[in-house]
């Protein structure tokens, strides 16, 4: 082929390829936003949960309905008022989204009139979307346009990030100093570990640690329970039986009484049906000897809840740990031990433990590391391959021209039907692969963070969050790069490998087509997000045919989906980084990745206000380790300019590239120093934290109530710059943690110790259920139908006001004592209010 026709071959190749993923795309976008606004108030469940399944305070008001209706009022909603129903790591993920729509959309405005035409008119021979990139500048002196850009890109992404480094900081401090978090398990407890035998007990513990403000009020020493942990998850498996059994008995007797009574004779003479009771195999399925399953599983959990009972009668039978819970009376003494004693852990709520995580010494989680690292090291490698693989998906027309396969012969010539198909496999496929593959990657290395010895579900989603960048950033921004690039030179570099450095400069922006189909594909995702087809699903078949007793049906009607913290950011990271990098190489990325992150900003405030439940609580800590993690897309894209620079022959552009790439590194170090107290906010800075009485260790009063009270008066509303104390800005005025009543006595004991027997639950069905439930009884089994019935077609049917306490959450048990304090808090300021306006009358 002539040279002429292997550009236009080449331009029509990548036309087709960003086209046909737009299109594909753009349709399976608005496709299944429209299905969504179908179901949506069809299904609250799925759509709504948090309108009534979360406590009342944190609930949401319905959407309307109607297409797109429910656009508006989500963005609607105050910050002030986001804040307070979602949480600290919900709303700053949201300002994660929203910080970089702005950026990218202010990177639109300069770099779409500028770049564009800089690389367009006049200048090399590039063909389609290459044409638009950097690798199409011939005259060196157009690079001043992308130096001066990235300058000013680079100082635009250091100011947001200072901004909203800072603000997060503040918040988090805020939300540490409300009354909620100060007085809460969380705030007031930490965990030693590494504890010498000599000191392993209450007594030398307590006067050890007693030394902080305001002295130890509670200690748990952690034992082993694997013994009881087995014995108890025998119980609820045989709970489960025996429910399932109960209830085809009961909804079957149901089924033949209804056909007796429509005999006049037997309704007359009042007989009952003779239902068959359900059995099971005694021990083999199906050969095994037949037995009454009700009287069965019975006894058997008559006989294991003694054997519970007994093993709970003395928690020191049990082996000891070398670890332990210590409560303090006051948040500052558990702050202060948690920053001198090593090693620590604070900032835990008894809901996030992973209990048999505590069995390990600091030695064995050390080796753990060291395994989980090597472990990582070798995915990396092994999905380089993977990774290189895919990307030659992408530049097949290219290969097509040095490789003698017969298949891609055709590829050549490709044209009509034959020209789309390659467009969508070289578009769309290497896109959807390299996702599939970044999933696999997602459950290996959520198995490792665990493995690595981490003792709260938060720890995990931390560390899985920087294992998962790191993939991405080698092998999605890095190696894909390098190999779209080196493949789509290879023609060249065969016929003139003298012009290697050349051919090169040219081919590696020609990469950036592969990454504008990687970005657009995030459109399709972002639909599948808000449109929950797996929980729509799961539910849909759940309840049609696999749950069918009260339990099973409440448990699926209460569990409502969850943000997967560890999973959650790196993926918009990677495409924050991505946009940074070829934000001069190839601007056409720009408003694309703008969409990106508006898209997403909408959709999940959507689900963090209706969809999502609040679990694994870190306080918001992943959000300063996503913002540091930007800095690696912002040297990778200085890095790249400055190479591009030197390739093209630009060697004052690139001294100065090397500048700034200088300068970048010291605002880095500059940031992390001036947050020097609080890199990471894990801890409180002592001026927050408050006056201490040296003499009598007690807190006396603290900088944020200081400011607080100020601003009543009116004292301290001169101090503009002062975030802590402008009502222009978001505020945490209230937390939302439970306290320690809520918990009970045991918050820090291993669930298995205080376990207690659960109720047998059946439905009600006015017949026999309560002869049952006396039977149950009888043999020492608690039992209730409360809060079911069936309904005329036999299926079981819950009234969710009227569910057992036993088997309700919080939001739907009785207010907590953290709810009452904050009413009783809300009315005493509302009654300072009125004083203060009679006063002034």
């Known amino acids: 082929m002539s040279d002429q026709a292997n550009e236009q071959q080449s331009a029509d190749s990548s036309i087709s390829t ?7 795309n753009a349709v399976i976008t608005i496709v299944i936003f429209v299905a969504f606004d179908i179901l949506r108030k069809r299904n609250k469940k799925v759509y709504e949960p948090r309108t009534y399944l979360v406590p009342e305070r944190n609930r949401s008001e319905p959407l309307p309905p109607g297409l797109f209706a429910w656009v508006l009022p989500v963005l609607r909603i105050p910050d002030d008022e986001v804040i307070k129903r979602i949480g600290l790591d919900s709303y700053m993920f949201l300002r994660f989204m929203r910080m970089f729509m702005i950026i990218f959309s202010i990177f639109s405005v300069f770099g779409l009139p500028i770049l564009l035409p800089v690389n367009f008119v006049n200048q090399g021979n590039n063909q389609g979307l290459e044409k638009f990139t950097i690798g199409n500048i011939r005259n060196p ?52 570990t590494g504890i010498p035998n000599e000191m392993n007990n209450s007594e030398s513990l307590k006067e050890l640690f007693d030394l902080f403000p305001g002295g130890v009020k509670q200690i748990w020493l952690n034992r ?311 929980p729509l699903i799961v539910n849909f078949v759940f309840r049609k045919f696999l749950v069918k007793t009260p339990r099973k049906i409440w448990d699926l009607e209460k569990t409502m989906p969850f943000q997967d913290w560890g999973t959650g950011f790196p993926p918009h990271i990677i495409i924050a980084c991505i946009g940074i990098v070829y934000s001069t190489i190839q601007p056409i990325v720009l408003p694309i990745v703008a969409i990106h992150f508006a898209l997403y900003y909408l959709v999940y405030r959507h689900q963090f206000l209706y969809v999502y439940d609040k679990l694994n609580q870190t306080g918001g800590l992943l959000f300063p380790k996503g913002i540091y993690e930007v800095f690696a897309g912002i040297f990778i894209f200085q890095l790249t300019l400055i190479g591009l620079m030197f390739l093209n022959e630009g060697f004052a552009q690139g001294i100065l590239s090397i500048i700034l790439f200088v300068l970048s590194i010291g605002v880095l170090l500059a940031i992390r120093h001036i947050f020097k107290h609080n890199p990471k906010a894990d801890f409180l800075p002592v001026d927050l934290m408050g006056i201490i009485d040296m003499k009598t260790r007690k807190l006396l009063v603290g900088k944020h109530q200081n400011k607080q009270e100020s601003i009543r008066n009116d004292d301290g509303n001169n101090d503009e710059n002062d975030d802590y104390v402008r009502t222009d800005v978001v505020h945490i005025n209230e937390g939302d943690e439970k306290d320690l009543d809520d918990y009970g006595y045991n918050a820090f004991t291993h669930p298995a110790f205080v376990s207690t027997q659960p109720s047998v639950w059946i439905p009600d069905d006015q017949n026999i259920s309560d002869d049952m439930i006396n039977k149950f009884r009888k043999d020492g089994i608690k039992a209730t139908n409360h809060g079911t019935s069936l309904d005329k077609n036999y299926k079981v049917v819950l009234d969710i006001d009227k569910i057992p306490l036993e088997f309700r959450d919080d939001q739907f048990a009785k207010k907590t004592k953290a709810e009452k304090k904050r009413e009783l808090k809300q009315l005493n300021k509302r009654i300072n209010d009125i004083e203060e306006e009679i006063g002034e009358m």
């Open 141 to 192: 002196k157009r690079l001043w346009s992308h130096v001066i850009l990235a300058w000013l890109f680079s100082g635009i992404l250091m100011y947001y990030i200072y901004r909203e480094l800072n603000t997060f900081i503040r918040l988090r401090h805020e939300y540490h100093t409300t009354d909620e978090y100060r007085n809460s398990p969380r705030a007031t407890t930490i965990l030693v």
């Open 224 to 534: 082993d329970p694997s013994k009881l942990t087995n014995v108890t998850a025998k119980r609820e498996a045989i709970v489960f039986n025996l429910e399932g059994a109960a209830t085809n008995y009961i909804t079957q007797y149901a089924k033949d009484l209804s056909k007796s009574q429509s005999k006049e004779s037997n309704a007359e003479n009042g007989n009952s049906p003779n239902t068959k009771r359900p059995q099971h195999s005694s021990k083999l399925p199906i050969i095994g000897k037949k037995v009454d399953s009700l009287e069965t599983y019975s006894n058997e959990l008559s006989d294991i809840n003694k054997q519970i009972s007994e093993l709970q009668k003395d928690p020191n039978d049990f082996k000891r740990l070398n670890s332990a819970f210590i409560q303090f009376n006051d948040y500052v003494g558990s702050q202060l031990a948690a920053t001198l004693t090593i090693p620590k852990l604070n900032n835990i709520s008894p809901d996030d433990i992973i209990w048999e995580n505590l069995n390990l010494t600091n030695n064995q989680r050390m080796i753990r590391r060291v395994i989980s690292i090597s472990i990582v090291t070798g995915l990396v490698i092994v999905w380089m391959t993977a990774v290189t693989f895919v990307a030659s998906i992408s530049t097949l027309s290219e290969l097509a021209k040095i490789l003698p396969f017969p298949f891609l012969k055709g590829l050549n010539n490709a044209q009509g039907n034959l020209k789309v198909v390659v467009g969508i496999i070289q578009g769309i496929l290497p896109a959807v692969a390299l996702n599939i593959l970044m999933m696999v990657l997602v459950i290996v290395l959520r198995l490792l963070s665990k493995f690595e010895g981490n003792v709260t579900n938060s720890g995990v989603d931390l560390s899985l969050q920087g294992k998962y960048f790191f993939h991405l950033v080698v092998n999605v921004l890095l190696v894909t790069t390098f190999a779209n690039g080196i493949f789509k030179s290879l023609p060249e570099l065969i016929k003139n490998p003298t012009q290697a450095v050349e051919i090169l400069a040219n081919n590696l922006p020609r990469a950036s087509t592969f990454f504008l189909t990687y970005v657009l594909l995030t459109m399709t995702a972002c639909a599948l997000e808000i449109f929950q087809i797996a």
């Open 18 to 24: 960003f086209t046909s993923s737009l299109i594909f």
